[in-house]
């Protein structure tokens, strides 16, 4: 009866400590997309990304047009 005395204070503080991890990862938002991981293992990263464009010819053809007369 003695070990009472000690172990429900230590099973409190547990289930406290147990219940404020978890309040933290939903605050987190570890719960949020819960289909996004088993979504993305089925599409494919290997396609290469598109090549980058350079800025000098983005503004040769973004400019207005001059002038001709």
């Given at each position: 009866m003695?070990?009472?005395i000690y172990l429900?204070?230590?099973a409190l503080v547990l289930g406290l400590l147990a219940l404020?991890?978890?309040l933290w990862?939903?605050?987190s938002g570890q719960y949020d997309d819960m289909e996004g991981a088993a979504?993305?293992?089925?599409?494919d990263?290997?396609?290469?990304p598109p090549p980058k464009k350079d800025p000098?010819?983005?503004d040769a053809t973004t400019s207005?047009?001059?002038d001709q007369d």
């Open positions: 003695e070990s009472l429900i204070p230590i404020s991890a978890f990862s939903l605050k979504n993305r293992i089925l599409f990263d290997d396609i290469p000098a010819k983005k207005e047009p001059k």
